[in-house]
């Protein structure tokens, strides 16, 4: 049951998804086992992790690695077998996992090897290509699907010269999405938006519930942003760094 779910029901409280962003990527490289391992010591309650193919029109291998430049530093990738055969461990045991697909054309095989590997219950398969998310849906209609916007290489906010037209971009998305994912929600297309934390505002939040679906901010790695999505009401925080979470009473 969803979290909307439960406090639809009465439920006496609200807990927020902790959620470790490539594992824990400030704490252990990240997509790796160590990284893994890392946010479950840190007490997560999701691992998201990224899953991009060997070759960019779908096909190869399935591999654990945000883009190709990561793919090609790295020494030996680790395959989705792999992360999910370390993942399905006792120790891992009811551990959501945030599967984020980085291009279309494999999402079949994703829900195929979550469900070799026992994890479809436990899983939230995200992605910025829409087609694809329904496609996920259809094939597999027991794993829940996350939206995930914008779709960017980059944070250009960051960045001086990009940083002005990517903050206007933001704000035209922000006035366009509230009604955009109560409607996708409603209608069963997803069962989460996967938003940046810029995005999110009241609007938004009230949006996402009223369409049934959750919402999952990324990636944070401020403590006081972190307390100020949790006042908000998102579901989910997405962070670099789970030790964040102990210092926030609303999410801890």
Do not use: C
């Not at 030996?76 to 551990?95: M, R």
């Not at 959750?214 to 997405?238: K, S």
Request: no cysteine; glycine share 8%.
């Amino acid at each position: 049951m969803s979290i909307a779910a439960d406090q639809d029901a009465g439920a006496p409280e609200r807990r927020i998804r902790r959620v470790g962003h490539k594992g824990a990527a400030l704490l252990a490289p990240g997509n790796t086992l160590a990284a893994f391992d890392a946010a479950l010591q840190s007490g997560v309650d999701m691992i998201e992790f990224d899953v991009l193919s060997e070759r960019p029109d779908g096909s190869g291998a399935l591999l654990i690695a945000h883009d190709y430049e990561a793919l090609r530093l790295a020494e030996e990738p680790l395959t989705l077998d792999q992360a999910l055969g370390h993942l399905a461990q006792s120790e891992f045991a009811g551990i959501e996992l945030d599967v984020d697909m980085k291009l279309p054309g494999y999402g079949g095989r994703v829900a195929d090897a979550l469900r070799d590997a026992g994890l479809a219950q436990r899983a939230l398969v995200s992605a910025t290509y829409t087609r694809e998310l329904g496609l996920l849906k259809r094939l597999a209609p027991e794993i829940r699907v996350g939206w995930s916007i914008p779709r960017a290489r980059r944070d250009y906010t960051a960045h001086s010269l990009t940083a002005l037209p990517a903050l206007a971009l933001l704000g035209a998305l922000r006035a366009w999405l509230p009604a955009r994912s109560r409607a996708v929600l409603k209608a069963g297309r997803y069962d989460a938006i996967m938003a940046h934390w810029r995005l999110i505002n009241d609007a938004l939040v009230a949006a996402v519930h009223e369409g049934g679906g959750e919402l999952y901010a990324w990636t944070v790695d401020d403590a006081r942003q972190i307390d100020r999505l949790a006042a908000m009401g998102v579901d989910g925080i997405i962070t670099n760094d789970p030790r964040l979470f102990a210092d926030s009473a609303a999410v801890a």
